[in-house]
């Protein structure tokens, strides 16, 4: 663990000694411009990326973006590291740092996740349900080393996870990794989070079966966005908070494949299974 630490805090130095001149109170400056430090969870980064362009270009400011696991980002900032704004996956980083005096405690959900099959064009072993994984004709890739792999992003569904993961052909420790290979191989299916679908080498390449909302696991399926508060720079952070919930932000957020939390689906989402946290967002 503290070597993991470690090397994310010595990742998050070089990134600012790279981008800028780091002033003593972890504020950063390039020029004229302000330098808003935006941790995030690794997940939303191809989405965030974009949204992190446009708020650059309305606010004429920088923002140096780091994306990586969530909780070692979230140790980090226990140890002194320091961002503006942090979005992590589950709100349980985001309330532990609000304990520990880091983080102010107004920050929001902001987007929701799930978990989707893939199959290759045809779908020619019929495949329509979770269940379906597990019959003895369907060749099944699995991911039990990654970050978030599906068993774990599908807890609820764990006996048919283990039966499914323990049939698997072949185990990855990486959803590019088994992408990659998945492509080319004689495998029928595969769980991935829907924003893998969207990403340009997947987008297309796949049929794709729903599953349903029930299965997820709470806390892997929803992100928040919150203040530091010892933020060198409050107004435009809080900007960048509001932002990330804007109309603008959203229509991005949801072409990377997420749920934002002001759609329609987003609010059902929300007061169907996470109605302990609707205050946040009030």
Not at 73 to 88: I, N, Q, S
Request: glycine share 6%; net charge negative.
């Amino acid at each position: 663990m503290k070597k993991n630490l470690f090397l994310v805090l010595g990742l998050i130095s070089l990134t600012l000694l790279l981008s800028g001149c780091v002033s003593n109170d972890g504020g950063a400056t390039t020029g004229e411009k302000t330098v808003l430090t935006v941790y995030s969870c690794g997940g939303p980064t191809e989405a965030l990326t974009e949204v992190n362009k446009v708020f650059e270009q309305k606010y004429d400011c920088r923002i140096e973006f780091t994306g990586a696991n969530a909780g070692k980002l979230e140790k980090a900032l226990e140890a002194g590291a320091y961002a503006d704004v942090f979005l992590p996956r589950t709100m349980t980083f985001s309330q532990q740092l609000v304990n520990l005096s880091l983080m102010n405690p107004d920050y929001k959900v902001y987007q929701f996740t799930d978990w989707v099959i893939i199959t290759k064009k045809g779908n020619h072993k019929n495949i329509t349900s979770l269940a379906d994984l597990n019959r003895s004709d369907v060749i099944v890739y699995t991911d039990s080393k990654s970050s978030i792999s599906s068993k774990k992003a599908m807890m609820s569904q764990s006996e048919l996870m283990d039966s499914i993961y323990g049939k698997s052909a072949k185990d990855f420790d990486c959803y590019k990794k088994m992408l990659l290979e998945f492509e080319n191989s004689d495998a029928d299916a595969t769980l991935v989070e829907r924003r893998i679908i969207t990403l340009p080498e997947v987008a297309g390449k796949y049929e794709v079966i729903e599953l349903p909302r029930d299965y997820m696991t709470p806390q892997i399926g929803i992100f928040t966005v919150g203040v530091m508060n010892y933020t060198k720079y409050p107004e435009l952070a809080y900007d960048y908070q509001n932002f990330v919930l804007s109309d603008e932000a959203e229509q991005i957020l949801v072409k990377h494949g997420f749920v934002p939390v002001n759609f329609e689906e987003g609010q059902q989402i929300y007061k169907e299974y996470y109605s302990d946290y609707l205050k946040l967002n009030e």
